[in-house]
């Protein structure tokens, strides 16, 4: 079959829970770039945040913290839509099997992160994100309107008169899928980095292919480094150390052994991501060491060793024991506020194209994301779009028109090292706090890999597909970057309370 009412590119929450929620007359394919749950909402550890049977807890008082955390640069409208709109998409995905955590007495167990001034964390263990990427997958998997096509590269996306062409690479082979509406829902654009949490499908793909069609990119250099990122400099993956263990009572330590939040900020170890962050780089400069630990041996063993199954077992293997042992943490890239800009529909600039998740920029998360409002945001926002698609697709019918896609199948594969360049670059020019003296040549040298990339003959691969990706959200971000720095402005500006 070739040819479909909506299409969705991307498999992680907010695709499975778009293709859910559309009505069983629509017929969706749902495109996964590798195994449907190798992405980042599968690798989410803390939790969804959400007010729900909570009378203590309000949704104005998770706006409030939104936007504390933010910088107060949130959307106003869509983050008054994420916090009142919570309950009900929780008690959804509830009813679809996801388990939380439960305590003795059967009430659902909410834990503390940073930023929140509430206990309102729902988490099962410490995989939340796969648990609901799991339970969502499998009820997918049983509607029979929906098909899902794995190991499948979306290599370009076309606008016709009549919806969207897509070229998808596909064991070997050029395909071509025809919709009327589609939600790209590709994730983010962590790979364009030296080190991250985020998965290996994440390079930023669904940005670059809407910015192609001329969609509105915004704020893409709103970019949040994760403070405790288990510090393994020979993996480019690193495994996140979840924001939960600090809400469980973790100390932040220097090299010394010493706490050092306190000399910072009021809030200490439970302070906004991209502060804490901060804090930690004014202490390696401090102290002249980029040694960093997370301490959570003071608690109970059972507790923290059931608390937190999948972070003792991944330290175990790395020779630490939590329990017992400080864990080595260091700042990392995790998380994209920016991305294709869209209304609280998630639609577009480009009429049939929404977009959902962390590829979509919202506006609800400001300059810098609250801790578990990300899982929040892909269910909210791809639940609406998928409410407007089935209202506009009720009166749209006939043939879909196809474009027609030229591959040459003997041009050559690009040159290596490309992407190792630019991730080099970035981390250089853009990591946590900007390095303005390289942002400009940094800027430079990116543009030279992006024209060479667009402008040259390669086959057009997995490989093609994401060094270009990589080089153009390189670019837009380097560009805005460089124009935020000349203008003597913050880039992120949820800054210490006390320095």
Avoid: W
Avoid at 65 to 75: L, Q, S
Avoid at 202 to 211: K, L, R
Avoid at 247 to 255: I, P
Avoid at 330 to 349: E, F, K, S, W
């Amino acid at each position: 079959m070739k040819n479909y009412d909506v299409i969705i590119a991307g498999c992680g929450v907010a695709g499975l829970y778009g293709a859910i929620n559309l009505p069983h007359n629509l017929k969706v394919l749902v495109l996964s770039k590798r195994e449907p749950t190798l992405c980042n909402s599968s690798l989410a550890q803390g939790g969804i945040a959400g007010v729900y049977k909570n009378p203590a807890d309000s949704p104005e008082k998770h706006k409030n913290d939104t936007f504390v955390a933010g910088g107060f640069e949130n959307d106003p409208v869509t983050t008054d839509i994420l916090v009142n709109e919570a309950a009900a998409n929780i008690d959804k995905i509830i009813q679809l099997g996801v388990d939380f955590d439960k305590t003795a007495d059967g009430e659902y167990h909410r834990t503390l992160e940073g930023g929140h001034g509430m206990h309102r964390i729902f988490h099962h263990k410490d995989a939340t994100g796969f648990e609901i990427e799991s339970k969502l997958l499998a009820y997918a998997q049983t509607l029979d309107n929906v098909e899902i096509l794995d190991n499948a590269v979306m290599c370009d996306v076309k606008k016709t008169s009549t919806g969207f062409s897509f070229l998808v690479l596909k064991d070997g082979e050029y395909l071509t899928f025809n919709c009327r509406k589609t939600i790209f829902a590709t994730g983010g654009i962590g790979r364009v980095y030296e080190f991250t949490t985020n998965s290996a499908i994440a390079t930023g793909d669904g940005i670059t292919m809407a910015y192609n069609m001329g969609a509105e990119i915004k704020h893409l250099s709103y970019i949040q480094f994760h403070p405790t990122a288990f510090n393994n400099k020979h993996t480019r993956e690193c495994f996140l150390i979840s924001e939960s263990v600090r809400g469980e009572g973790a100390y932040l330590k220097n090299c010394h052994g010493e706490r050092f939040m306190h000399n910072y900020d009021k809030r200490l170890e439970l302070a906004p991501r991209d502060v804490v962050s901060h804090c930690i780089m004014f202490e390696a400069k401090k102290t002249g060491s980029d040694e960093f630990y997370l301490d959570i041996t003071h608690k109970d063993p059972e507790f923290v060793k059931n608390r937190f199954p999948m972070i003792y077992k991944n330290l175990l293997k790395a020779g630490y024991d939590m329990t017992k042992d400080m864990i080595p943490i260091y700042p990392c890239q995790h998380y994209l506020m920016g991305g294709i800009n869209v209304d609280p529909y998630a639609r577009t600039n480009v009429e049939g194209l929404y977009a959902c998740g962390e590829c979509s920029h919202t506006g609800v998360h400001g300059n810098n994301r609250l801790a578990s409002n990300s899982l929040l945001e892909a269910l909210v926002f791809s639940r609406r779009a998928a409410a407007d698609i089935a209202e506009k697709l009720k009166d749209e019918k006939g043939d879909l028109e196809e474009y027609k896609f030229t591959v040459d199948k003997d041009a050559p594969h690009i040159p290596a090292g490309i992407r190792t360049e630019i991730r080099k670059i970035m981390q250089t020019a853009y990591f946590v706090m900007p390095n303005v003296a390289e942002l400009e040549p940094g800027l430079k040298r990116v543009k030279e890999i992006k024209d060479f990339l667009y402008n040259g003959n390669f086959k057009l691969d997995r490989d093609y597909i994401e060094a270009k990706s990589i080089a153009t959200a390189a670019s837009i971000i380097l560009t805005e970057a460089c124009e935020i720095a000349s203008g003597n402005a913050e880039i992120t500006n949820s800054d210490t309370e006390d320095k």
